[in-house]
């Protein structure tokens, strides 16, 4: 009677005995009376300089996840991507210009306007623009109206508008598309620059369906169309910079090949960047970190990837002001079985954060929306992701079926695997520390980053949390209770007992 009632353990007593714990071998316990509400839940995180992100996601520098795509649309729902280094010239040499490119297009990103809308060459067949239309299909549909020019490129001078009334798929095959589009001097255009709000309007007022977009020279930049604005939702999470641009990251390497790299990208308006190695703790790492932070003071650098405190301080004494956390637990990731070396994910998350004052971006081994819940209930800041977001509709490459299962599948790979041949510090030369294989298709990161924010809000509502902050108070004062796994735990805790 009066005795004080604590179930399971403190994080401190979970972690304690020194075994490596991964995000299955324990649970949180639902000990919390909750009397919050759900929309007093804010999930925001602080990385500095400038960087606050309103889902707590970062995507992973990796070639089969992050392209411009994935970064503009995590961007829009409150995340951040970081774009990947390994971008080649035919020769097999880093191409850096690509990786600025990307980088580019992200910052250029203006919700609503479409940067490179498909068009045709006066001199295409009616029949050349159909087939186009079909190979460029807009979810299920062909695309059926075309901004004509000159060179037939998206941003060469335009000549017309090849709209869905102007021809028959059936009449007009043999028809050049300068014999039946809206010419230049009939068309109404807008010219940049101009806003979203104005380009809205003037589609309303001339009764359009699609408002071109040109330069003073009339060269074509973006193709605006009243069904996208229709359905144009405001993202209100969005994370973007003092100049409502969306924000980015990119990869670097330790090797000498990074100043350029460095330069150009933060040329291009990247906001940070993650340096991107397997092995945090290093001379290569700290040099690096020395010389971003004097050469580029406002820009976001995060380090890593380390696993232990040891390296935590190390790196904290030279000034880096975030980390990534997790050595040998990714889901592509052989390190462990290469070369002996790693740290399961949850036991590298515990006890680094404890050690250090640096935001501690959780990484690998991340495979479900619970698992970020334990992670940044554990310590974490954010959480990096690989595998939860290759497979999207927006990561790089091509949706296939897979023949045994039936199911569409994208490629996902190591980036220290063979197929990814990183260069000299990965690839064949060297013993490889990832694998590639394939990830479900998962749709659009529209649809499935609002489904990872809405278990994460669950889970902070079970505990009663408000905010990550509270979250770290209550585990780090004992208030959040765990329970260790059984494999029978393990199992219960999957679907059972059920023909599928
Ligand atoms: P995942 O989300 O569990 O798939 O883990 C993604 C993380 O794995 C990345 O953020 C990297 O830290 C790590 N990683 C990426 N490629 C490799 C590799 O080839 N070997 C080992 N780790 C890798």
Request: hydrophobic residues 35%; proline residues 4%.
């Amino acid at each position: 009677m009066g005795e004080e009632i604590y179930s399971g353990f403190s994080a401190k007593e979970l972690f304690k005995e020194g075994i490596g714990m991964t995000y299955d071998d324990f649970s949180i316990l639902d000990t919390s009376f909750t009397n919050i509400d759900r929309n007093e839940i804010v999930l925001e995180t602080d990385l500095g300089k400038g960087i606050v992100l309103k889902t707590p996601i970062i995507a992973a520098p990796m070639d089969t996840v992050t392209s411009k795509e994935l970064c503009i649309a995590l961007a829009l729902q409150g995340g951040i991507g970081c774009i990947h280094y390994n971008f080649k010239n035919p020769d097999g040499s880093p191409d850096i210009d690509k990786q600025v490119k990307e980088i580019e297009s992200v910052k250029r990103f203006e919700n609503g306007f479409i940067e490179n809308p498909v068009t045709v060459s006066p001199e295409n067949t009616i029949a050349d623009a159909i087939q186009i239309g079909e190979k460029n299909k807009v979810g299920k549909s062909a695309i059926d109206t075309f901004p004509v020019t000159e060179s037939g490129k998206p941003h060469g001078k335009l000549l017309g508008l090849l709209r869905k009334q102007d021809y028959s798929r059936t009449k007009h095959t043999d028809f050049k598309v300068k014999d039946r589009m809206v010419p230049l001097k009939k068309l109404i255009k807008g010219e940049w620059p101009i806003t979203l709000h104005e380009a809205n309007k003037l589609l309303w007022e001339e009764h359009l369906l699609f408002l071109p977009i040109t330069d003073k020279k009339c060269n074509l930049r973006y193709l605006v169309t009243r069904s996208d604005l229709d359905k144009n939702e405001e993202y209100p999470l969005a994370t973007k910079d003092e100049n409502k641009r969306l924000m980015v990251l990119f990869a670097v390497e330790t090797r000498p090949i990074a100043y350029e790299r460095l330069e150009k990208c933060f040329k291009a308006g990247a906001d940070g960047c993650i340096i991107d190695t397997s092995q945090g703790y290093t001379r290569y790492e700290v040099d690096m970190i020395k010389y971003i932070k004097e050469k580029y003071p406002d820009k976001l650098v995060i380090g890593g990837n380390i696993s232990t405190p040891e390296a935590c301080k190390g790196l904290e004494e030279e000034g880096l002001n975030s980390y990534r956390c997790g050595q040998g637990s990714g889901s592509i990731c052989t390190t462990s079985g290469a070369i002996g070396v790693s740290r399961a994910g949850a036991s590298g998350v515990y006890y680094c954060a404890k050690a250090t004052k640096m935001k501690t971006i959780a990484d690998g081994g991340i495979r479900q929306v619970g698992d970020i819940v334990k992670a940044l209930t554990i310590g974490a800041d954010v959480v990096i992701l690989g595998n939860m977001l290759a497979g999207t509709e927006e990561s790089p490459g091509n949706t296939i079926i897979d023949p045994e299962s039936g199911l569409p599948v994208k490629i996902y790979r190591g980036m220290g695997s063979k197929e990814a041949n990183v260069g000299e510090i990965r690839g064949y030369s060297r013993l490889p520390q990832g694998v590639s294989g394939h990830v479900k298709y998962k749709g659009s990161i529209h649809e499935w980053v609002p489904l990872i924010r809405d278990g994460i809000i669950s889970a902070f509502h079970v505990l009663n949390c408000k905010n990550i902050k509270e979250l770290h108070e209550k585990m780090n004062k004992g208030k959040i209770r765990f329970e260790k796994r059984t494999v029978g735990s393990l199992r219960e805790s999957n679907v059972h007992d059920l023909l599928m």
